[in-house]
């Protein structure tokens, strides 16, 4: 899939919480394919101590109306420089960056995002509902302020909510909700985007039941391309780069991600 | 339009902008973005004599302009880059450089005599400065014996053009450079990434897994300035200049100070376009200053 460099208007920014922001985005040209799960390097201007761009995943893609969707969050100098664009600004985006999520067809699917881990599942249940899908939703969070976008997710289907502090949903963290505690999923795949450890729990949940868990990973990124080598994950094939081999990938082909192994289950590790 | 090409011992390049090794892939990386063509020439990410996975993640901190990364050299091998990169480099018709590294001086001598063997390689650049791998690497280049032997060895095998890539963490970076020279160094490219650290606080733990990395951006740009300034003067192979250089400006400043020619790094992971940008800076930087050749640059500093 070819990749672009594209300058970006800034149609809107909105603010979702105390340090997330939703900026639409639009361009002279008709924006190119892209499939759900893929990502963009945002480059950051007027910022004097960050240097590179910043890797963010394709929230929504309007093609008819030609605009883009990403979710900032605001964790240092340069994510803080882009979420604070205004309508009007324009900033240079790479894209479409790496691979994608797998899309059935008429099959029941249930997507897990914790925090702002719901920012690529928007793209991926609007195409799986395209292909007939029948898509449950589960969103956690640490409180009622962390669970970003729930009522505007139900147009795809049901939406769950859990919070660790249970301001909202069922108390508790993901891996703990009623949905994921039935003896027999009801689910041929399920997709996750969220904290490290949100992700291995939710795919041990999946092995055990021999569900195929595709997990969308966060690195460290500089070029997005697969020129630094510098954004590696341990898999059964080596290391590979989460820009290029990722940033989606079964969990099963994550080393150390076999539910032998032992972890804690965070939502905001 | 004024003459851009120089001349690296028995490379001639159509231009003077390269890019740097570990910063550009393979070249198809870029080819969404770039007439790779169009660089002066391409050095293609290092190669060992056996398969390396590199260092754990985190290999990279973003630092004030710049970065730290700790990658390690990964890459699958001399016999795995013959078989299936090196054809996929065919492609390209500028100068292809194999930047060349090992942890012993046998593993540099195998890599350079199985790259002598291709024809499309026009040149190897022998990394003796990364300072990012447990043994080799940089220790071969922050003496002038080690220095010495592992270029001696390789030019006893190596047929063209030699170009050795100095380590800036030394105390006299012109001393390594007139050893190499006087070992058989057809060039030499200065500086391979400074030795750094990050630090994060909240969890009083080094950010890289390996502690300590190579500091690489614009925040390096006037040490390695200094260096190619010194080196030049020390020595009367052509000297390629690395460091930080994202702009035209930089590029022409680099050439004034003595390198022949020049290698883009990190400003490549920023935008793919800076090389390009670079070229048409500098053709633009002569016609504004009626010069009919780049190479009128070269050590052109009026101190």
């Known amino acids: 899939m070819k990749k672009h460099l594209i300058d970006f208007k800034v149609l809107s920014n909105s603010s979702l919480n105390y340090n997330h922001n939703l900026l639409e985005l639009s361009c002279d040209q008709p924006l190119p394919a892209m499939v759900p799960g893929q990502f963009a390097e945002v480059k950051v201007d007027n910022s004097p101590a960050t240097y590179l761009r910043r890797p963010f995943s394709i929230h929504r893609i309007d093609y008819e109306k030609n605009t883009l969707h990403l979710i900032i969050k605001s964790v240092g100098e340069g994510t803080r420089k882009i979420a604070a664009l205004q309508a009007g600004d324009t900033v240079n985006i790479m894209l479409p960056l790496g691979n994608g999520f797998t899309i059935p067809q008429n099959s029941e699917v249930l997507l897990v995002g914790g925090g702002c881990g719901v920012a690529p599942l928007w793209f991926l249940a609007a195409e799986l509902q395209k292909n007939g899908n029948q898509v449950t939703m589960l969103i956690g969070g640490r409180t009622e302020k962390d669970i970003l976008l729930a009522a505007e997710y139900s147009q795809f289907g049901e939406v769950l909510i859990s919070t660790e502090d249970g301001s909202l949903g069922q108390k508790g963290m993901v891996t703990a909700h009623t949905v994921m505690l039935q003896e027999k999923l009801p689910f041929s795949a399920i997709y996750c985007c969220g904290p490290d450890g949100m992700m291995r729990a939710v795919s041990h949940i999946a092995e055990k039941q021999s569900i195929p868990c595709m997990v969308s990973l966060e690195n460290t990124m500089a070029c997005g391309i697969g020129a630094c080598l510098c954004c590696v994950v341990d898999t059964h094939k080596g290391h590979q780069c989460v820009c290029t081999e990722g940033p989606v990938f079964n969990s099963k082909d994550l080393k150390g991600w076999s539910a032998e192994t032992e972890v804690g289950c965070s939502i905001n590790k | ?303």
């Open chain 2, 1 to 303: 339009m004024a003459n851009l090409s120089v001349k690296l011992h028995h490379l001639n390049l159509k231009n003077p902008v390269m890019t740097a090794s570990g910063t550009f892939g393979y070249g198809e990386e870029f080819d969404d973005f770039i007439d790779v063509n169009a660089l002066g020439g391409i050095l293609v990410k290092a190669t060992t004599s056996g398969h390396r996975e590199g260092n754990p993640y985190p290999r990279m901190a973003e630092t004030p302009m710049g970065m730290l990364n700790a990658v390690g050299l990964q890459n699958k091998g001399i016999d795995y880059f013959v078989e299936h990169i090196y054809p996929r480099l065919l492609k390209y018709n500028n100068s292809v450089i194999a930047n060349v590294s090992d942890s012993t001086v046998e593993g540099y001598v195998e890599v350079a005599r199985k790259m002598n063997q291709l024809e499309h390689i026009a040149a190897i650049e022998l990394n003796i400065s990364c300072p990012n791998v447990k043994e080799g690497g940089m220790a071969f280049g922050t003496s002038c014996p080690s220095a010495t032997a592992v270029t001696r060895a390789v030019r006893e095998v190596y047929d063209k053009t030699l170009i050795v890539k100095l380590s800036p963490n030394v105390t006299s970076i012109a001393e390594i450079a007139q050893a190499v020279e006087a070992a058989g160094a057809d060039a030499v490219s200065l500086i391979n990434t400074l030795l750094g650290m990050a630090i994060d606080a909240e969890k009083r733990k080094p950010v890289l897994s390996t502690i300590t990395g190579g500091l690489s951006g614009p925040a390096i740009k006037p040490i390695a300035l200094r260096m190619v300034w010194q080196v030049a003067r020390a020595v009367k192979i052509p000297v390629i200049g690395i460091g930080g250089i994202s702009t035209a400006a930089d590029a022409i400043e680099f050439m004034l100070a003595g390198a022949t020619a020049i290698q883009v790094g990190t400003a490549n992971f920023v935008d793919p376009r800076t090389t390009m940008n670079i070229i048409a800076g500098i053709d633009d930087y002569l016609n504004r200053h009626q010069i009919n050749d780049v190479n009128e640059l070269i050590g052109g500093l009026i101190c």
